[in-house]
């Protein structure tokens, strides 16, 4: 199975700023990456498709990029609805798998 | 717009199967562009993915599960469903159904709809 590792596993920001999360595969993955947010009690949303593609609707604000094993995801200005749960996920190979997931926390 | 609903028992006795639902709205399983897949979450914890299904009858389950898992449609009901047997309090978690989407074709899959998720504990 391909291991994927997020950092950190927590952040706690301020609203305005602009906050990373980085995903790490244990493989390559070329842009097989996609990101999620999970809002307390919530099912995940897709925000980020194929590593740096946003899914319609989703707020300019997010953005992806990488390729190969390492992947960021970025918040160019953090909102209060920015609370939740991020995960990155790879469907470069069965069985599909998930980052551990990062909670953003506002200050 | 494409809606999916889980539905099943809440409470599910050890070593007994556990079976679920997920009802499609708004568009059919049986359109050659999605794959269907189940995906679960214990309590304060990450997701694991499942398995999946596709209308030709294909399937394809994490082999962590693989001994024990059955996806399977139902065109007629527009639904498909899950069963897990042999379950213990390991496979207590949230069960989300969820679309898997080749989106834009861009190549890359995605899960990119989502049912709210369906709490099931095994317990006696």
């Known amino acids: 199975d391909i291991q994927m590792t997020q950092s950190p596993s927590s952040l706690s920001a301020s609203v305005g700023d602009r906050v990373t999360i980085t995903c790490r595969a244990s493989?390559?993955?070329?842009?097989?990456l996609n990101w999620y947010q999970q809002k307390p009690g919530k099912a995940p949303q897709l925000l980020i498709y194929?590593?740096?593609s946003l899914q319609s609707g989703v707020p300019s604000r997010f953005s992806g990029s990488g390729s190969g094993t390492d992947f960021t995801l970025t918040i160019s200005s953090l909102q209060p609805e920015d609370l939740a749960i991020y995960y990155c996920?790879?469907?470069?190979?069965?069985?599909?798998?998930f980052g551990q997931g990062t909670k953003m926390e506002i200050k | 717009q494409v809606q999916l609903q889980e539905s099943g028992p809440g409470l599910v006795e050890p070593s007994q199967t556990l079976s679920l639902t997920c009802i499609v709205s708004?568009?059919?399983?049986?359109?050659?562009?999605?794959?269907w897949t189940w995906i679960r979450q214990p309590a304060g914890k990450g997701l694991e993915w499942i398995g999946r299904?596709?209308?030709?009858?294909?399937?394809n389950y994490n082999p962590s599960l693989k001994s024990r898992v059955t996806i399977s449609g139902d065109t007629s009901k527009n639904q498909f469903s899950l069963k897990l047997s042999s379950v213990t309090a390991a496979d207590t978690a949230v069960y989300y159904c969820?679309?898997?989407?080749?989106?834009?074709?861009?190549?890359?899959?995605?899960?990119?709809?989502w049912g709210q998720g369906t709490m099931v504990t095994v317990s006696a």
């Open positions: 194929a590593a740096s």
């Open positions: 996920q790879q469907s470069y190979s069965t069985p599909w798998t």
């Open positions: 299904f596709y209308i030709s009858g294909t399937t």
């Open positions: 493989q390559t993955i070329r842009s097989y």
């Open positions: 708004g568009g059919s399983i049986s359109s050659g562009s999605y794959y």
């Open positions: 969820a679309r898997m989407n080749s989106i834009g074709n861009s190549g890359n899959d995605a899960f990119d709809i």
